[in-house]
């Protein structure tokens, strides 16, 4: 049997996929946003095999608002971009990082990064995303790429996030919490599926330290994660309705303030592709359509937070 009739037949033989609209209809939306410009879906190019023009025709057939890059410090490779984003009339987020171990030069590729991401573009970037330092820096050390951030968007006006993300500085939620306590501009990007991961729960012991988070929040990563890993196989099958649920509260939460501040959210639909994505021994083919379950992702999220 190959894998497509192996996945049909597990499908209808047993009705595995539920559906998120069937889930998420339990319960509704606490805040919703009158106008649809302040919710902001972005889809991402990680996994996507093809050009950056095929990349942005693609998310503009699907409907998304706009994409999520890296910043291309490649002149050939950025005008590229740039081209596509104007062609397309797509909105654009750019990821920022450094990936060197040693610390000073870290921090220099990184600062390299943010001032060229802040200063070289053709179209305005809503915001920059930054895989911010290292789990195994100092504390002094990562708050340097914090304040060169706070620095570049009180001289640019660009907001610029850190993202909670497993092997950076914001890898787990008590680590967060002290940054936040002690640096006010700090802001995040949320993707609490790392801190699932690293805390092996839903976070149900550290309920206070998430809510003080959920204040911090700029952007959203919509990936859900679980216990044991960042990414759940597909979140439409019901044995993830938990995962699901906790996921779209904490949402729900930074969508009730944003609606109350009258401030724009933009949410990245990012589950990934494998080994993010579960594959099949053997053949390590993936148990789900990566790109479907982005569309549906950013189809609930319009139907869930726009009225």
């Known amino acids: 049997m190959d894998r497509r009739n192996f996945m049909s037949s597990a499908i209808g033989g047993t009705g595995l996929l539920a559906g998120l609209d ?35 025709a693609a998310v503009k057939k699907e ?9 291309q410090g490649n002149k050939e490779k950025r005008e590229e971009l740039f081209a596509a984003l104007k062609k397309y009339d797509l909105e ?28 070289q573009f053709d179209r305005k970037p809503l915001y920059i995303n930054c895989h911010s330092g290292r789990d195994f820096f100092t504390y002094d050390q990562n708050r340097a790429i914090i304040d060169h951030t706070t620095e570049a968007t009180a001289k ?14 914001l890898f787990a939620a008590h680590i967060t919490r002290n940054f936040i306590e002690k ?43 679980h216990a044991e890993g960042p990414q759940v196989s597909d979140p439409r099958a019901p044995e993830w309705e938990a995962e699901v649920k906790a996921h779209f509260t904490w949402w729900d939460t930074v969508v009730e303030q944003k609606v109350k501040n009258g401030e724009t959210l933009t949410f990245l639909t990012e589950f990934g592709p494998p080994n993010y994505l579960p ?14 379950i ?11 937070y726009l009225k």
């Open 63 to 71: 409907g998304y608002d706009g994409i999520e890059i890296w910043w």
């Open 183 to 225: 640096n006010p501009a700090l802001r995040l990007t949320l993707d609490i599926s790392h801190w699932c991961n690293v805390h092996e729960s839903l976070l149900e012991n550290q309920q206070e330290t998430v809510k003080l988070a959920l204040s911090r929040v700029g952007h959203i990563h919509s990936r859900i994660g």
């Open 279 to 292: 594959t099949l021994p053997y053949t390590a083919q993936p148990v789900a359509d990566q790109w479907a």
């Open 92 to 119: 654009v987020g750019f990821l920022c990082g450094a990936g060197d171990t040693e610390y000073n030069a870290h921090l220099a590729s990184f600062k390299n990064s943010i001032n060229a991401a802040t200063s």
């Open 294 to 304: 982005n569309v549906h992702m950013m189809k609930l999220l319009r139907k869930r």
């Open 22 to 56: 069937s889930i998420m209809s339990q319960t509704g939306a606490p805040a919703q946003f009158a106008d649809k410009f302040a919710l902001k879906i972005l889809g991402t190019n990680w996994g996507f095999s093809g050009t950056t023009d095929q990349f942005c």
């Open 156 to 169: 640019t006006g660009i907001p610029i996030y850190h993202e909670t993300h497993r092997g950076r500085m």
